[in-house]
């Protein structure tokens, strides 16, 4: 078996064969015969490629599996869910005009049976977004009203809605967001909570419908104004897409499974385990494969501690 010094002297020498190697070939006549010359620089380009590798693999340096990103789409959705579940909750009867777009989350505290199970839970029914006017605005002033004219089409809805609704059991959050976050942000929320209101979610969808136009009539109502009657253009729509029965079923059988979250401390526990799957503190080398760091006791940062 070569010991240390005998796979360094190997090692060494075989470089200096390189070096010579090398020296020789930068000054060899290349002729003129184009394929010739075409295979001599791919068999050069797949010889450096070879040597890289090599080079690689015995760098014993840690390399990290993944760097942060803030840039990133996903991370940066994240964050702006994050600050808008920080937010404090606004009535949603009393939104006064103003300038902004962004992303919101619309709660639901009252005693519609079907929707018990968000009672007195930090956990919305229904998140949407609202895309500025200028896509090119870099201020409030410049996206224009659009957040809070969403929000109070919503709530213009819910007040149509009087047979099952009240809006004063309505609140919401809002958030101001830089144009081009938004969408990667409502992304998030959707699969963090998935709200029952909303249409990814396939069960009472429908909140968000502007009204049918007088030549599509025949479209079937929407599981939201099965639920909630009230809109004038819903009423002339002649046939559900889903039974109210069916609706009530899908809703307790989505809350069951998908549980509410209590409060803001569960929705940030949930959040940084979240993060923590971003395995930024997981190592490699290529000669030895993956290496973990040793986490340090009772880390409250780790999923996986305990009180």
Request: net charge negative.
């Amino acid at each position: 078996m070569a010991t240390g010094k005998n796979k360094d002297f190997l090692l060494t020498s075989l470089l200096a064969e390189l070096r010579t190697l090398t020296e020789r070939i930068a000054v060899a006549e290349a002729g003129e015969d184009a394929r010739a010359i075409k295979k001599v620089r791919v068999g050069l380009e797949q010889v450096t490629s070879q040597l890289k590798s090599v080079t690689t693999k015995l760098d014993p340096i840690l390399r990290p599996e993944s760097i942060f990103d803030p840039t990133d789409p996903n991370t940066s959705g994240r964050v702006v869910a994050l600050t808008l579940v920080a937010q404090t909750k606004h009535p949603l009867a009393k939104i006064p005009e103003f300038y902004g777009a962004g992303v919101y989350a619309i709660y639901y505290k009252g005693d519609f049976a079907p929707y018990a199970q968000l009672k007195g839970r930090d956990h919305p029914i229904y998140v949407g977004k609202a895309d500025p006017d200028n896509q090119a605005a870099k201020d409030a002033v410049s996206q224009g009203t659009k957040l809070s004219a969403r929000l109070n089409e919503h709530a213009r809805s819910i007040r149509k809605a009087a047979t099952t609704l009240d809006i004063n059991d309505f609140e919401c959050r809002f958030l101001i967001v830089q144009t081009g976050f938004q969408k990667s942000a409502e992304d998030y929320l959707i699969n963090f909570f998935k709200p029952i209101w909303n249409s990814e979610t396939k069960i009472c969808f429908g909140l968000g419908k502007h009204g049918d136009s007088s030549d599509t009539r025949g479209n079937k109502r929407s599981p939201w104004d099965t639920m909630h009657p009230g809109r004038e253009w819903a009423s002339a729509t002649t046939e559900n897409q889903k039974a109210p029965e069916t609706i009530i079923e899908q809703i307790s059988a989505h809350l069951t499974e998908h549980q509410p979250y209590a409060d803001i401390h569960e929705i940030f526990k949930r959040f940084t385990e979240d993060m923590h799957q971003l395995d930024s503190d997981r190592f490699y080398t290529p000669a030895h494969g993956v290496v973990e760091l040793e986490a340090a006791d009772h880390d409250p940062a780790s999923p996986d501690a305990t009180p």
